[in-house]
C-alpha cells in the first residue's frame, strides 16, 4: 500500500481533533473506533475480509503500513478468524498516540505543549494545514446531503463517525439533528464498515462477547455452586474494559 492517500483511522483521527483546542473529542470511543478503522482499512487492501460476525485474514501480505501491519500480524497469529467485538475490545496501547505521532511526522499537526492546572504536562496537537480536515468533512456532508451511496471509504468513515460519537462533534445542537440522523443511516452502505462500526458500540454498550452456547438438554438444571463449562478453545476471552489503554493525548 503507498502512502499517496491517508489511512482510514488517520481520516477518523483528523475527524475528531478539535482545531481551537487541539483536542480530540470522544477520546474514549476514539480508541475503539481507531482500532476498527484499521480492520476496514485492511479490508479495503484486500487483506482481511468479513465471516459472520468474525474477521479473516485472507492475504497476510504485509501493506507496507508499519502500523496495520502490525494488526494484520496479530490477526494472522490467532490462526482463525476472530469475532470483531472480542478484537475492537482488546487492550490497544497507545493506538492513539501513534498515530498522532504520525500525523506530527508527515507534518499535518503539530504538538503543542501545555500544563494542566499549572503542573501536569499535557500535548495538544494542532493541524498545520485545516483543509485536509475540510476535504475529509465535504465528503461526509456531500454523502448526507445528497442521500448519493458514498464510495466504500467514506461510508466507512461514515460508520465509525457515528460509532464512536463523532456526530454531536461534527453536527451539534439541535439544528444538527437531521444530520447526525443521516450519518447514522450511511452505515448500511458498506459491509465491512458496519460490521465494525456495530462491534464498537458493542463494546461500548458491555454487550458479552462471548459466543452463544446451546441450551441444555431439557431436564438437565445447573448445579448450584458447579463451576460454569470452559470457553470453547481458539476462541479469546473479552477482557474487562477498565483494563482497557488510554492514550496518552489530551
Known amino acids: 500500500m503507498g502512502r499517496s492517500r491517508r ?3 488517520e481520516e477518523l483521527l483528523l475527524l475528531a481533533l478539535d482545531p481551537a483546542t487541539g483536542t480530540t473529542a470522544q477520546p474514549q470511543s476514539l480508541d475503539l473506533g481507531l482500532a476498527g478503522a484499521q480492520l476496514v482499512e485492511l479490508a479495503l487492501a484486500g487483506r482481511i475480509a468479513p465471516d459472520g460476525d468474525r474477521i479473516a485474514v485472507v492475504v497476510p501480505r504485509p501493506t507496507g503500513d508499519p502500523t496495520l501491519d502490525c ?9 482463525a478468524p476472530v469475532r470483531a467485538v472480542n478484537w475492537i475490545g482488546g487492550p490497544r496501547l497507545g493506538l492513539r498516540q501513534t498515530y498522532l505521532s504520525h500525523l506530527e511526522r508527515c507534518g499535518m499537526v503539530h504538538a503543542v505543549a501545555g500544563q494542566m492546572c499549572g503542573v501536569l504536562p499535557t500535548t495538544r496537537y494542532q493541524a498545520t494545514d485545516n483543509e485536509i480536515s475540510r476535504e475529509i468533512r465535504a465528503r461526509l456532508d456531500s454523502a448526507i446531503r445528497t442521500g448519493v451511496p458514498p464510495d466504500p471509504r467514506t461510508a466507512a468513515l461514515a460508520a465509525l463517525a457515528h460509532a464512536v460519537g463523532l456526530g454531536k462533534h461534527l453536527y451539534p445542537g439541535n439544528e444538527g439533528r437531521s444530520s447526525r440522523s443521516r450519518l447514522r443511516d450511511l452505515i448500511r452502505h458498506d459491509p465491512m464498515g458496519g460490521l465494525v462500526a456495530h462491534a464498537v458500540m458493542d463494546v461500548q454498550n458491555g454487550v458479552a462477547a462471548q459466543p452463544r ?4 438438554p431439557a431436564g438437565r438444571q445447573a448445579v448450584p455452586g458447579s463451576r460454569p463449562p470452559e470457553p470453547a478453545r481458539g476462541v479469546p476471552m473479552q477482557p474487562h474494559r477498565g483494563t482497557m489503554a488510554r492514550a496518552v493525548a489530551h
Open 7 to 9: 489511512t482510514l483511522p
Open 71 to 79: 494488526a494484520l500480524e496479530l490477526l494472522r497469529r490467532r490462526g
Open 213 to 216: 452456547r446451546s441450551p441444555a
